[in-house]
DNA sequence: GCAAAAGTGTTCCAGATACACCCATGA
DNA sequence: TCATGGGTGTATCTGGAACACTTTTGC
């Protein structure tokens, strides 16, 4: 690809793909198979090619170094955009990153993937150094997603359709990066209105079966400043 | 100017320039002289030129369009950046906003303005129909004031450099839309650890003169979360 | 009966809110 | 003396945090 495909000053896409591993936040990384960086781990990413959108270039970008199709993830509304005159050791950049959150998903696999570059899941905790300024980009991405949680259905996401309470603590302990207590979790969470019980139970194992619960479809997103 | 100075993907910077007028929150706002939108208020922006950054068309668009230099002005550290496909109707588009900061600026009267769009700061509750999806960044701009003002000096940029109790209260009744009482008010902002006393006494009037106060230099800038 | 997850309430504390009067000054 | 803004304290409410035991099931 040549270098007049791309704007200037550069635009890029990259993705912050989160999913669930064992009950810890994972974040989709690459290994960067071309300088600057080479051999860093990176969030996956692209230049914006002049004739494409923002969310198009994302799908091309996941497809083709991840083997991930953006149909598999659930993406967060809004893109959000970092503008830094140091981002990139080329020059002044602007970048549009996506939040998108996944379940049992794999690296690889799609047909149109070719130009695979190591895609991985990395436990939150125990992320490598990362190219570019793509350390800050996945605080605020983390960020982003721990308001949301407490304020919208996108836990759901990370989450079989229907789960028990304890299910969705581990994710939320994931996600907040620390232990809650069990009651007031629930009390917490019941009183967010964010799930309701499906009415089914789930028996599976030497133990009393749990409830069944679901996120609800509507959720407002209003964050709170203080003096309201 | 010609379309190859300029980026592909569309690439703006905005500015959204708040100041106290009368004790009400103000934006400046410019009255376009061209289409798209031609007639309609709007935040002053333009297309960002190959060879500058956000920041260098930033001071371009202010000085040329309002007669305002950001050397007059205080930035908001970070810019933020919004993303669209619908957001400007001649296709796809990314624009980078700056919020600035200022105190008894008066458009006009730069020595390099010319193209001036009729320049003027419009309470925030009072703002005429904008163009573009301005009405959507100013509302996130007067939520980052809000969230900064109750973590941050940014409100020290509003006011002279020492100021009344009471002042102070004003400016954070303008910010936040709302009045709020007297006493909880410097309970809370005296807790929050922002401002000290200079020591020196305002007398203004005929009344009790007032202790004059001024805004800590160095502040944290963390932002809460639920679970924390 | 025991292992393993499910489920359940109360106390305490900190921070937010509501609320009304006296003070110091200049005219 | 009065008009104007400056300055102060307490009671209540609300939401968060800490904390331990009983229940139901499969083996």
Redesign the interface.
Known sequence: MSDENF???I?TVDAVVFQLVNNKLTVLLIERAFEPFLGRWALPGEY?P?DK???QALEHVLVHKTGISTKQLELIE????????ERDPRG?A?T?MYISLGRNITPGGHKDMDNAQNPQFFPITELPELAYDHANIVTFAR?RL??L??STNVVGALLPGAFTFLQLQDA?EAI?G?S?DKRNFRKKMLSLNLIEPTGDIAKDGAHRPAQLYTFRKVQSKN?D????
């Not at 809004?78 to 005159?85: G, I, L």
């Not at 400043?225 to 309201?228: L, M, V």
Request: net charge positive; proline share 9%; glycine share 0%.
């Open positions: 704007a200037f000053p635009l914006i002049k959108s923002s969310h809004q893109p959000y955009a970092f503008d830094s005159p002044y602007v549009v960020n721990k308001t949680s407490t939320y907040f620390k809650l964050l400043q203080s003096f309201d």
